[in-house]
């Protein structure tokens, strides 16, 4: 996206319009491979559990966030939560969102975590979303042990 | 602690794309900044730069403005982060015993790149990032979050904003100086529910340098050093999913820590006039309330009884803060600038008379994760 030189003010300074390019590797690490595996193989959610505090962290870390204990102690949680909070996202940035805007967002409680999950809301009204909402998760066909493996969490219907 | 005094500091005006390249905005504030503290270059005996390289699209950035800030060959390290950190950080030099003056400075572009996908980054590549989560969409989950908890309104944030943009009026440095209404606010183009476009901070470049010293050579270099009465930090959670968005534990943290260095028990008394990190217009409530200056959940109340206008007991950010002008990591170093002016009494139309003990803040990272509140006086 290059600045057009007259939005400088007409100040007689130039632009040099360019792009980063940065191939990059990352490495998810023992417990964001396994929460990925299971996701992907099995559809199933897990979390690590604090032997001191008892909440369980979805996605799963090797330390308590708040303790700074070992988490040890892997648990299954559910595929269904509850919505802390949600936002729809009306603008549009090339290259980094997953959906077309409007799209929304929120943070889930899956039954069985503590901490709650951020991810997308699918096959939901986007004029109808509320907070206390219960979601399930919508699993991806082609699963890549990724985080949009859980392609969207949609509304359950009363 | 020894006393430490900021004796000299310089913003440039505040704008969208400046035609200045990052090291010449560096210069201007340099050079300002030592004709404010009354200083030359040799004065300085070590410098710490605000840079991030996502921002300035190179890495090791700081590096690359050496000379603009008369920093090669002498001790100069790096702050990636708020420009409160890099006060923190020379206020620590100086505290070592090792330096004398200290010159920070903090400058960014933030129109050279595209601000959502910087923002976009700082979120952890293997899990949230592919969300297409950034600054505004992050925020508009934390602004919920708050308005439901404590059952604070969009007209109520709305008045921040509202209140801001007037300030900035009086303030020649301010990016977006504006007369608007809450109604306004409330009409304007919706970014991410909540969150719509005059609830957000402009897209600013800028610079802002300030110049500290030890207590001998800030008394014997300036008539009136603005004292570094106390300093608080504190950190949350990195996931968002780990926080109560609607909490600021953190900032209640860093305040506490600061208040009781400063001697401070009972901040809307003792407290004259605060420069907060709003980057959003919901922040300057929840920080607010971080700060100690209401309970938590009150500040909508607070805001509407107009305590915190110019006319009200604790103004704060008579400069228009954040929502005015944000060149991002140079935004807080502002509110440390501003504070200065306030306190020596150079504020001109936004001056809040009688002020003598002030506070300054700054954020880093999505939805306030990170914490720094200065307590300056005379």
């Known amino acids: 996206m290059a600045v057009r030189s007259e939005e400088l003010g007409n100040t007689g300074t130039l632009i040099y319009p360019s792009r980063i390019r940065l191939p990059y590797t990352w490495h998810v690490g023992k417990m964001g491979s396994r929460f990925y595996q299971e996701i992907r193989d099995n559809c199933k959610i897990w979390g690590t559990k604090c032997p001191k505090c008892e909440w369980v962290f979805v996605p799963p870390r090797e330390t308590c966030p708040r303790c700074y204990r070992d988490m040890p102690e892997w648990v299954e949680v559910s595929d269904t939560g509850t919505l802390l909070t949600y936002t729809v996202t009306r603008y549009g940035v090339p290259g980094i969102q997953p959906l077309e805007p409007p799209f929304a ?3 889930i409680k899956l039954d069985g975590a503590t901490s709650g999950l951020v991810h997308l809301l699918g096959e939901v009204n986007l004029n109808d979303i509320s907070i206390g909402m219960r979601v399930k998760a919508v699993f991806r066909e082609a699963r890549r042990g990724d985080y949009l493996d859980i392609k969207y969490f949609k509304p359950i219907r009363a | 602690m020894d006393k430490v005094g900021i004796i000299g500091v310089a913003q440039t005006k505040y704008q969208r794309y400046n035609p200045a390249s990052h ?6 504030v340099t050079s300002k900044a030592l004709e404010d503290a009354g200083l030359t270059i040799d004065d300085i005996d070590n410098t710490i730069t605000v840079c991030n390289d996502f921002w300035d699209g190179r890495t090791i950035s700081s590096m690359t403005i050496t000379e603009a800030t008369g920093s090669h060959k002498s001790p100069t390290t790096n702050v990636e982060g708020d420009g409160t950190y890099g006060a923190l950080m020379g206020l620590m030099r100086l505290l070592s015993g090792l330096h004398e003056t200290t010159l920070v400075v ?6 050279e790149g595209i601000p959502s996908i910087i923002t976009n980054a700082m979120f952890d590549p293997i899990y949230e990032r592919m969300l297409g989560l950034d600054a505004i969409n ?10 439901a908890k404590y059952g ?4 109520q944030c709305a008045k921040i904003s509202v209140k801001n943009h007037k300030n900035a009026r009086a303030n020649p440095y301010a990016h977006l100086p504006l007369d608007i209404t809450v109604k306004d606010v409330l009409k304007s183009r919706v970014l ?3 969150i719509k476009l005059l609830d957000t901070s402009p897209i600013s470049d800028g610079a802002c ?3 500290m010293a030890r207590e001998r050579t800030a008394k014997r270099k300036h008539g009136k050093p603005i004292w570094i009465k106390g300093v608080g930090h504190c950190a949350d959670a990195y996931h968002l999913g780990d926080r109560d968005l609607a909490e600021v534990d953190a900032l209640a943290s860093a305040a506490k820590r600061a208040y009781n260095m400063a001697g401070i028990r009972s901040p809307l008394k003792q407290i004259h006039v605060a420069e907060v990190y709003d980057a959003f217009s919901y922040m300057e409530l929840m920080w607010m309330e971080g700060l100690g200056f209401c309970d938590q959940g009150k500040a909508g109340a607070m805001v509407d009884s107009g305590l915190t206008e110019m006319n009200g007991a604790l103004p704060v950010n008579p400069s228009g803060g954040v929502l005015s002008a944000h060149a991002v990591q140079v935004a807080g170093l502002a509110r440390i600038a501003e504070a200065v002016l306030q306190l020596r009494g150079q504020a001109g139309g936004r001056q809040v008379d009688g002020a003598s003990t002030a506070l300054a803040h700054g954020i880093e990272g999505a939805c306030g994760q990170g914490h720094c509140v200065f307590i300056l006086g005379k």
């Open chain 2, 138 to 147: 992050s925020a508009a989950l934390q602004m919920r979050s708050y308005m």
């Open chain 2, 209 to 211: 340098a300030i110049i």
């Open chain 2, 192 to 194: 991410a529910d909540p």
């Open chain 2, 23 to 28: 090291a010449e905005l560096a210069y201007e």
């Open chain 1, 105 to 107: 967002l929120g943070i």
């Open chain 2, 106 to 111: 903090a400058q960014s572009k933030i129109s």
């Open chain 2, 152 to 155: 604070v309104t969009e007209e």
